[in-house]
């Protein structure tokens, strides 16, 4: 077998090798992305692993997939929102994700982006660049006293409730099904509108379905109280960021952190001048002193990439070898 890997980073390729060694699995790798150009480079691979931002919805790369006999893709991410079902059927091509790797790492970068804004910390970051170190607009909060939302209390949702209730902060959560035995941690609400107007941190951790759509619109950001903080690192497109703009700029909510945007693409992993395409958000969030804006990290732990790399390869080496893996998309 052979196996492609696009996106490979210098802490993911010793990983690679190491598996294909013990293995015997031939793999080959680009630290670029998987797209309609790049796709000719994967010829003669059984099968193709990506990690990215940019989603893989062109038709020609499932085309040039079929015409090259590659016949299985591997996406090393949770979300599969990236991937074209439609193409995927068409040309018979068999997807899988890695459903879970490291919850930790997400939660633990809700987290972060958490204390920092309590801290006021990109106002001090700011400040500090012109070597202001006025008190006044530094005041924090502490957690302890504090009530988080979590929506969407799966794998990601539910180690960041543990998080938070370990500091000792109050849990309240919504989920379209919720779980049962988790009451030592959350108290559920019956809705997302109570959550929302119910918490001094609202956290997203739903995966991004059409009916998710802009789940925090305008509407759910007006319940919010103004001393309360978004944070996104699920996908940008759960959030109309327009509205939350509009909803920092008038104080109608205290902060946001958001490892996701929408249209995340145009920016994340590029440096200005690689900006092809301008994010229509990025400019005006930037210039706001309560908004953290990470380029889709959450993820990024050394430990969850190793974990990425390595489920991503036995998934595909499953799906060659046996036909099937856990993680196969169904379409
Ligand atoms: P999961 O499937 O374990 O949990 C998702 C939960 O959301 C489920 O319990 C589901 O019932 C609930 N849900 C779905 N729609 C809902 C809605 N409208 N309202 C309330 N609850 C709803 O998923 P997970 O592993 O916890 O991951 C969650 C998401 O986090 C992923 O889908 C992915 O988009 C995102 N993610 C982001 C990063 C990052 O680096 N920023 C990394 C991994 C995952």
Redesign the pocket.
């Known amino acids: 077998m052979k196996i492609f890997i696009f996106g490979i980073g210098k802490k993911e390729q010793p990983v690679a090798e190491q598996w294909a060694k013990q293995t015997g699995v031939q793999i080959d790798f680009t630290a670029q992305e998987l797209n309609a150009q790049t796709i000719s480079l994967a010829k003669g691979a059984d099968g193709i692993s990506f990690q990215q931002m940019a989603p893989v919805y062109d038709e020609k790369i499932y085309q040039t997939m079929a015409e090259n006999k590659t016949f299985l893709l591997g996406t090393r991410?949770?979300?599969i929102?990236g991937l074209n079902k439609e193409y995927l059927k068409k040309y018979q091509i068999n997807a899988c994700n890695v459903?879970?790797y490291s919850?930790r790492a997400?939660a633990e970068?809700v987290l972060t982006l958490t204390m920092m804004l309590l801290r006021q910390m990109p106002r001090l970051l700011q400040r500090e660049q012109q070597q202001n170190f006025i008190l006044d607009g530094l005041i924090g909060r502490e957690i302890h006293e504090l009530t988080v939302g979590v929506?969407?209390?799966?794998?990601?949702?539910l180690v960041t409730a543990q998080l938070f209730k370990a500091l000792g902060a109050t849990i309240i959560g919504?989920?379209?099904?919720p779980k049962n035995d988790i009451e030592h941690i959350l108290t559920y609400r019956d809705s997302?509108e109570d959550v929302a107007a119910k918490a001094d941190i609202l956290t997203l951790?739903?995966?991004?379905?059409p009916?998710?759509h802009h789940?925090i619109d305008q509407k759910i950001l007006g319940l919010m109280n103004s001393d309360s903080l978004l944070i996104n690192?699920?996908?940008g497109p759960l959030v109309d960021t327009q509205a939350l703009i509009h909803a920092l700029q008038n104080g109608q909510i205290a902060g946001a952190g958001l490892?996701?945007l929408e249209d995340e693409m145009f920016y994340v992993n590029k440096t200005k001048s690689q900006q092809v395409e301008q994010n229509p958000y990025i400019e005006k969030l930037l210039t706001l002193d309560n908004v953290i804006v990470s380029p889709?990290?959450?993820?990024?732990t050394l430990q969850a990439s190793k974990i990425l790399m390595e489920n991503s390869l036995n998934s595909l080496y499953a799906l060659y070898t046996e036909g099937t893996a856990d993680s196969l998309i169904q379409l």
């Open positions: 991410s949770a979300g929102d459903p879970v919850p997400i970068h929506v969407g209390t799966g794998h990601i949702g919504y989920d379209k099904y997302l951790h739903t995966p991004y379905l009916e998710n789940l690192t699920a996908r490892d996701t889709h990290i959450a993820f990024y």
